[in-house]
């Protein structure tokens, strides 16, 4: 194993992890200030998806798909607190499974009822489709790098919002006394609605910036959802820097776990064994470290701190 | 309305309902019932939307065939329930439909020694060719085995020394590196296992530029394969691909995109195979669905003729007959030449296609005959004679 290859595979993780954060930040948000479980966040991802494929394809612009997957999953989002999701905060978390769970449901049939069973086409745009050649030989993706980037930004962006802000303020404040809010006279319903498709529409352009690279289908949204509820378990119920952290580290250990354990049991093992086993143990990873996280802090890294 | 008159119609009515009983169960002797669980929704749904409209295309004549469509969700708990519902209150004599080895493992055995008859138009899995055959249990579409085997002789004949292969760990991915394991007389660079359903690669890919390897082997279906495509044309890599039809063919040739233009990959069956039945089937599908057939339609379209050659020279109440009926195959394949080795799994020419481009439209034609009369690997090991 060489350093490039090593360092590499660290880039690769931080990729993920950023992707993870995006779409973690919404769904920690809103857990954290609403009480509201949403399974249906990852079909925020895939609207988003599915947005920028189209509009890709109506107006060749890589940009406007970008901005037509914020938007889409934006008013996805709008239109799903203002419809359904407003009437169930109060509601018992089963409630909530039960009824963001037949979110799932309504929007991917109604994705594949529009679009077809079959995977859209989605392509990253021909500027950033090489590679960059780095200091030791590291060959890496401008693409992966852009998301990289994209992710910090919206990072930064994030940790303003809500530490320097009226808007931010209020939503911490949401977070631990929603009553008091309410009763100084802030309009506790749309603060709701602002945060929760906020929270879709950053989905939306994680679903969107993935898609280009991996494939835009119906139910591409749930298995990251699984993953960023890791995320947010790990970094702390309705903490934003609790996210970002989580997202890195769950990105890290997964392309880490993935890279080195299945070359770790080679040296017990013949290859073909080692990979199998390795690569089992890979994907369990996160939720060793989730576990261990847990029993070391079981309201994750920084939950319960206001920030 | 006096006593009596009450008692009459009573009468009436169970004398006419017992007569409508015994019909209706007449009536239900001659048709068959098939129970078809496919993947119909979620990840993966193409190819069993595919695997669907190919049988009903192939079966859609006649009247005296039921068909019972219902989607497993890519899930094997809720393919089992599916399945046991099928045999015990619809009461179906063949069940087919399943896409994934994984969800065959969890139903297959099961139904068979149920005495249901198992036609699979997709799923091969190992286990159920080898010791774990079955009277019961035909496979009309290849041994998982088969087109990966394709593969690594195709990777001989083009002189690769040193490839890097790689396939989801799962029961087929796991048939698919033995397969090809198997034929392929070179070094490998790496081998690698990635999860079921894994889109991003880029961790993969780096393992790949640093191992060496002058030419890849991988076979990753569906979505998984859209992914790895894309991002393999993105990292700048130059070396060789082959793989099997299942990441090439043509309900995800479009979302590849270019990237796929060139790519070697093996198949047992292609668009552009000349014998009658293919022709009838390839212009049916497009008149019917408005769009090409895949490969997974044509195992689809196979399994519905296969089927209806056997009701023609047998009848279905007769398990015996029908089982022999099965056996011999007795139906022309959009894959020419067909027939069943000892196990119940293809005897048949597996090809090697390239991806071409027909206008703007991402197709496949085929290069060259992989293997010729490619029985499988597990028969020995199968006590069927």
Redesign the interface.
Known sequence: MTISLFIEQILNGLQFGVMLFLMSAGLTLVFGVMGLINLAHGSFYMIGAFAAALFAELTGSFMIAMIASFVAALFAGALTELIIIRKIYKRDHLDQVLATFALILLFSEGIRWIFGAYPLYLDIPNSLSSSFNLPFEIIYSKYRMMIILVGIIIAIILYFLISKTLIGIRIKAGQNDREMIGALGVDVTKLYTIVFSLGAALAGLAGALIGAIQSVEVGMGEPVLILAFVVIVIGGIGSIKGAFVGALLVGITDTMGRFLLPSFFSYFFDNASATSIGSSIASMSIYILMATVLIFKPSGLYGGKND | MSKNSILIVLLILIIGGGTYYYLDKQKKDDVVKVGMITT????G??LG?DVRDGFLLAVKDYKNIQVVVKDDQRKPDIAVQLADKMIQSDKVDVLTGIIWSNLAMAVVPAAVNQDIVYLSPNAGPSALAGKGCHKNYFNVAWQNDNLHEAAGGYANSAGYKNTFILAP?YPAG?DA?TGYKRFFKGN?AG?????L?Q??Y???I??I??SGADSIFFFLPG?MG??FM??Y????IDLPVVGPAFSFDQ??L????DAALGVKNTSQWSKDLDNEANKKFVSEFKSTYGRLPSLYASQGYDTGMLLLSALGNSSISDKDGFRNALKVADFSSTRGKFKFASNQHPIQDIYVREVIKEGDILTNKIVSIGLKDRSNAYVDACSLK
């Open positions: 119909l929704s979620g990840g749904s193409g939307i760990n796991k590196l490998l081998e690698l296992y990635t999860k359903g889109k991003d880029a961790a993969e780096a393992q530029r640093a979505g859209i992914g894309k991002q044309a993105q990292s700048g309900g995800i479009k979302a590849v995109g």
